[in-house]
């Protein structure tokens, strides 16, 4: 079993370094994909209400045998329950299909700026924090200007920001609003699905001299960033390489080299026009 490390939140609790994304992963094959990962040494589970595999991982960590403590749920609020009152309604429907007492993790899924009800779903989440339904609050695909928004009003940092975030689009003016504000940056889609990524040569190059696969170079890379990389995977020989990254280190032009590939966002998510409900 491979032991992932824990950074400390802006609230004190524990994070691990590195997750599991489960978009798609749903059903029994998800269930077992899902139990198959954790028996490996995954704490952190990334799902969300737009996944729709909220049952699946709560019985994935009912099965597990793992102490519920152990492990870090994160969920995510969906668009179309954006609003105080809906926000608080949206996370007990979370508790319900997990089957948990609590959650771990609850982030703003989007911010959708035309609705502009982000900034009361965030009281919503404090709230919920307070009732201890949920543990830590924190956003995805939010701006600078967003996220300071959101601490201006309520006096409340998010614990984490989930950005799109890889080699591609490594993100490093938003990184470092995250790390002066001591928020923790979470990367989905870290090894850039269905892009060339792991074809680069530089990434090639990277991964050869340690010995490593280019999957784990790239999310060496992520880690030696300061952020939380979550990738996907059903498979137990990929879960197992993707977790393996804490026995190396790349340089730091190995890590610049890679930064260097730098060319923008890969989809249609613009957190300023993107909406999703």
Sequence with gaps: MTSIPTVTLNDGTSFPQLGLGTYELRGAAGVDAVVGAIALGYRLIDTAVNYENETEIGEAVRRSGVDRDELTIATKLPGRDHGFDETLASARGSLDRLGLDRIDLYLIHWPNPSV??????????????????????????????????????????????????HPYFPQSALRAFHTAHGIRTESWSPLAKRSELLAEQTVTDVAAAHGVTESQAVLRWHVQLGSTPIPKSAHTGRQRENADVFGFALTDDEVAAISALERGRLWDGDPNTHEEM
């Design 116 to 165: 502009d009800k982000s900034l009361d779903s965030w009281r919503a989440m404090i709230r919920l924090r307070e009732e201890g339904l949920v543990r830590s609050i924190g956003v995805s695909n939010f701006t600078e200007q967003m996220l300071s928004r959101l601490i201006d009003e309520t006096g409340v940092t998010p614990a984490v920001n989930q950005v799109e975030l």
